[in-house]
């Protein structure tokens, strides 16, 4: 494709005019090549056969990203951008002052990441922000080869596809400097993996999902949870007949799993699980801070003791993952959050509850496998945070998973509606 070449001979460049000793890159010369090449990658999805389906979407969605990360950065005195701020301020700054003077005040690992970036193809927050942009796009075009992929309608397909790809805080947050494209970006992948390995029993893709949910926690611990699920849905599924059952290969490649997952956390621990690592009792766990506006720590307990976490688990995913409800509404952007993020999460809930409810045979066992994944990662969330901005935030890393759970659980099951299609190339099948 005709973009892989243009963003290959982009870096090039640049590394070429870093090598020459000019250490930042000009913001008009920043411009000029992200122009270029959404030029040839907008040309790319046009022609492509693969995603001739969902052109329209996928162009929506890149030029939507585009809008939103020049208005950031040139558009801020006019309005600043929810979610951006001080925080995407500070990791640029970091990695800025890592990538020049080797240290910084916040060494995370995604300063870390990002200052290798500007040491090889030199400083420029707009360049810098537009690849952690590209990673939604890889977010979304993986997100749409497993939707496709999935025994369901072709109309249920694009509603999801052009829902994950317009939602305005998954937007946003693929927009400004922060982690989420990257931890989005590698849970997505492992949720291709995962499915893919359900579809045939290929190892190799049960490790990968492994792999890339546990390259997640370099960036957040919370992502722990995805791998722990994975784990699980190898465990409990049986590939061969499309349903949940503990078979003895299963629980073999599990064994085998587990024990690499294990030595890598005893290895390196400290890096993958840095904010769990000092954690004595159950109440370390939960975040209980009740300062800022946005916080709704009161509604949902604490974590004192093993009843109280029990009783106030569900609380905690309810507000995680709906919040900000109507009686937490501040203004303009709590009710554009709840509209736009919240209530996506709330449908696709209900939507998998009536759909297991139902009895429905056809992908039943992928859809309680999915929820099993995402239950684990939420729980973790869930008890991490108790404000409305960084919940939207947390949430949003799981927003691919929860839209093939959408696609997979809204409307009636394709097998029964439609006997015309050709339904070959589905991931499952009865």
């Not at 389906?53 to 890149?62: F, H, L, Q």
């Not at 693929?174 to 997505?188: D, H, M, Q």
């Not at 949940?244 to 621990?269: D, K, R």
């Not at 108790?386 to 696609?407: E, F, P, Q, W």
Request: glycine content about 6%; proline content about 1%; charged content about 15%.
């Amino acid at each position: 494709m005709l973009s892989y070449v243009i963003i290959l001979s982009e870096l090039i460049i640049l590394i070429l005019i870093k090598s020459l000793g000019f250490s930042e890159i000009d913001n008009m010369i920043a411009s000029l090549l992200i122009f270029i090449f959404s030029f040839s990658f907008l040309i790319d999805i046009q022609k492509s056969d693969r995603f001739t389906s969902y052109a329209e979407a996928i162009t929506s969605g890149y030029l939507f990203r585009i809008f939103l990360l020049f208005f950031d950065l040139f558009g801020s005195n006019i309005r600043t951008l929810p979610q951006s701020g001080a925080d995407s301020a500070s990791f640029y700054y970091n990695a800025r002052e890592l990538a020049i003077h080797g240290r910084a005040n916040r060494e995370s690992a995604f300063a870390k990441t990002m200052s290798y970036v500007f040491r090889v193809i030199g400083v420029n927050r707009l360049y810098g922000q537009f690849l952690l942009m590209l990673l939604s796009i890889v977010s979304l075009i993986v997100f749409i080869l497993t939707v496709d992929g999935l025994n369901i309608k072709d109309s249920t397909k694009m509603r999801a596809v052009w829902i994950v790809c317009l939602l305005p805080n998954f937007a946003l947050l693929s927009s400004i400097f922060l982690r989420e494209s990257i931890i989005t970006a590698l849970i997505t992948i492992s949720a291709y993996c995962i499915i893919q390995w359900m579809s045939g029993g290929n190892s190799l893709f049960a490790v990968a999902a492994i792999a890339f949910s546990t390259c997640s926690c370099l960036f957040h611990s919370g992502c722990i949870g995805i791998t722990i699920g994975c784990i699980v849905c190898i465990m409990i599924y049986d590939y061969e007949a499309h349903r949940i059952h503990v078979s003895a290969g299963g629980a073999l490649l599990t064994v085998l799993i587990a024990f690499i997952a294990s030595f890598v956390f005893l290895n390196y621990g400290d890096s993958l699980l840095g904010k769990f690592g000092t954690i004595e009792t159950l109440s370390d766990i939960a975040n209980t801070r009740e300062a800022g506006g946005s916080s709704y720590a009161k509604y949902v307990g604490n974590s004192n003791n093993p009843l109280s976490m029990v009783v106030f688990t569900i609380p905690r995913i309810i507000y995680f993952l709906f919040s900000p409800f109507p009686w937490q509404w501040r203004g303009g952007s709590d009710i554009i959050a709840f509209f736009f993020s919240g209530l996506f999460y709330l449908i696709t809930i209900r939507n998998a509850i009536i759909f297991l409810r139902r009895g429905d045979r056809t992908n039943r066992g992928l859809v309680i496998c999915l929820l099993i994944i995402a239950f684990f990662c939420t729980f973790i969330f869930a008890w991490g945070v108790s404000n409305v901005g960084t919940a939207s935030r947390h949430r949003d890393k799981m927003v691919c998973l929860y839209g093939i759970i959408y696609a997979l659980t809204v409307g009636v099951n394709i097998k029964e509606t439609d006997n015309t299609v050709n339904n070959t190339n589905s991931y499952l099948r009865e």
